[in-house]
């Protein structure tokens, strides 16, 4: 017994010790000065060039961000308002629509194709060529097929999620280390067992980054969809707010879309790690 | 030799596999464990021990001769059959914890909750890792890691518990430590093991009889009987007179299939088994 505790492994291993205090706030303002400086170099530049410019089409970002608060934050708590609820409500409706359906069929399809090695090769070229559509080019389709409605767009937005996540489980499922399926077949576990317990599992790095990219490239097709037709989203506001020439508004569109991007792509990276904790852990 | 002769667990007859049509990666191979008995498989590298272990395991199905079970041809994976992979890293599951990679395969054994936790917690202890439930495989050590892979072929109680170079990738001081471990619980458990190895000293020293094969494509080239006392040691056990005959025993055999030699050799008149170590050598300077 006493011998195996020397075969501890990195676990273990040392807590870091601590530095100075100084040095630790040096080091914090390192990272803040990394992560953030170009970041608030570049608007600084902005607001001057827009304070130098003429053109009542460049707004300073400061209208900007004056204009976005009290448009879209100035409401009761939680402090959201009408325009917030309507406009972003409905947005984020068609893309979580939209992205959970690619996320079903894509992971359903992929893991279909993906347990043949066959029909993996055979479906890939289709897969890249779907894939490489530049997805603004389908709207047109789209529109002829289902019309103007939030039909149309959740399907766009599901066409388009749809190949990362289908790609990346097929390729998850494909390559399933041969020991663990191995050590599960020799254990017993069944078809289905096995699919539950090592593909699933095994794949889920790869199918969590295809659904990532899935969100990104859903959120694009949801501004566009929305510029086409709509009478509510956030898309739709920029568009309509161009057409008034409500120009510091448009803008403010332009933040909340952002806004939303950015934080969906931080819950998303944050389920990912809740997730995925063992990949990190093994792989570090 | 043996006073009674076991039950039969594993019957493999004239075992024959190619990989293409008319390449043999096994040529033909026969034997058989009985129950309770560890047996261990040596050859020169490269002779098919892991095809051997795929078609026993039924991972694989053989171009002909069969694989029997408690007398049954073996057709897909037996159901009472446990392995442990060289690859331990590659064998375990990253995402379960080490409790869970043991639980794992209990879930699709008729056992209920209670006795599934017992025996997850027992196999445990055994290999020395009561502490460890909680962890993950990737924070432990390599030999840790394949204690825990041993600790889930044991908690899922097999009829033949199949090794495949189980201990090829540990230092030696853990490989030592590793094969009593073997050792032990196959003492106290009486569980049938077949080993695969390509360590002499490894295959003797846990072994009750050496299967030796020949290189590729392989046969079986004679089956040795280790007749040292069932309690071994590292040091003492591989110091006596015994145990270093066999293992250069073995050793001539090895490097003669390594030669290219594939004919059957025969197994030595009855009595020159247990030899004078100084007997074996003069016997093998006939080769060229």
């Not at chain 1, 530095?19 to 902005?46: E, M």
């Not at chain 1, 767009?153 to 390729?171: D, G, Q």
């Not at chain 2, 196959?186 to 094969?213: C, K, P, S």
Request: a neutral charge; charged letters at 20%.
């Amino acid at each position: 017994m006493t011998t195996r505790t020397q075969e501890a492994g990195p676990a273990e291993s040392l807590a870091p010790v601590k530095p100075p205090t100084y040095a630790r706030v040096a080091g914090v303002a390192r990272d803040l000065v990394v992560r953030w400086g170009v970041l608030v170099v570049a608007v600084v530049v902005w607001h001057q060039l827009a304070r130098s410019s003429t053109s009542g089409y460049f707004p300073v970002p400061t209208d900007i961000l004056d204009t976005t608060r009290t448009l879209w934050f100035s409401g009761q708590p939680p402090f959201v308002t009408d325009l917030f609820t309507e406009n972003v409500g409905s947005s984020l409706g068609r893309l979580l629509q939209g992205w959970a359906l690619a996320v079903v069929i894509g992971i359903a399809g992929g893991v279909l194709i993906g347990s043949s090695a066959l029909a993996a090769d055979m479906v890939r070229p289709l897969l890249d060529f779907m894939r490489s559509i530049p997805s603004p080019a389908v709207l047109p389709v789209f529109l002829v097929l289902l019309g103007i409605g939030d039909n149309m767009r959740v399907s766009l937005i599901a066409f388009v999620s749809l190949w990362p996540v289908l790609l990346n489980t097929v390729e998850g499922v494909r390559t399933v280390d041969r020991v663990k399926l191995d050590t599960a077949r020799v254990f017993g576990l069944g078809r289905v067992a096995r699919l539950r317990h090592v593909v699933f599992p095994a794949a889920s790095p790869k199918i969590l980054a295809g659904m990532r990219v899935a969100l990104s490239l859903g959120l694009n097709l949801m501004v566009i969809s929305e510029l086409v037709a709509a009478n509510n989203g956030v898309g739709h506001f920029v568009d309509a707010s161009q057409d008034y020439f409500r120009i510091v508004d448009m803008w403010s569109g332009i933040i909340m879309i952002v806004i939303i991007g950015i934080l969906l792509n931080l819950s998303f990276m944050a389920l990912e790690k809740r997730l995925l904790r063992w990949h990190i852990g093994e792989r570090a | 030799m043996r006073v009674r002769e076991p039950k039969t667990v594993l019957e493999v007859e004239d075992l024959h596999y190619e990989y293409l049509p008319g390449k043999a990666a096994i040529d033909s191979i026969s034997f058989k464990i009985g129950e309770g008995e560890l047996v261990s498989i040596v050859g020169p590298s490269g002779c098919g021990k892991t095809t051997l272990m795929k078609s026993v395991a039924g991972l694989l199905r053989p171009t002909s001769g069969t694989v029997r079970m408690h007398g049954v041809a073996v057709s897909q994976v037996p159901d009472d059959l446990a392995m442990v992979f060289q690859e331990y890293e590659r064998s375990l599951y990253p995402w379960l914890t080490v409790a869970e990679n043991v639980k794992l395969p209990l879930r699709y054994v008729k056992v209920d909750k209670g006795q599934r936790a017992r025996r997850v917690e027992r196999a445990l202890a055994e290999v020395g890792l009561s502490r460890d439930h909680a962890k993950y495989p990737w924070q432990l050590s390599g030999g840790m890691q394949q204690r825990v892979a041993i600790a889930r072929a044991l908690a899922y109680r097999p009829s033949l518990l199949l090794m495949d170079e189980p201990f090829a990738s540990v230092d030696a001081q853990t490989r030592a430590e590793l094969e009593d471990l073997v050792a032990a619980v196959q003492r106290n458990h009486g569980v049938t093991i077949m080993l695969i190895t390509h360590d002499i000293d490894e295959a003797v020293y846990l072994g009750d009889r050496v299967i030796v094969l020949t290189g590729s494509p392989s046969r079986t080239m004679r089956e040795i009987d280790v007749d040292l006392p069932s309690e071994r040691d590292q040091i003492e056990t591989k110091a006596s007179r015994e145990f270093v005959a066999l293992r250069s025993e073995v050793a001539h055999l090895i490097r003669r299939a390594t030669r290219g030699t594939t004919e059957t050799v025969e197994p030595p008149p009855e009595g020159a088994a247990a030899p004078e170590p100084t007997a074996k050598p003069r016997q093998e300077r006939i080769l060229p």
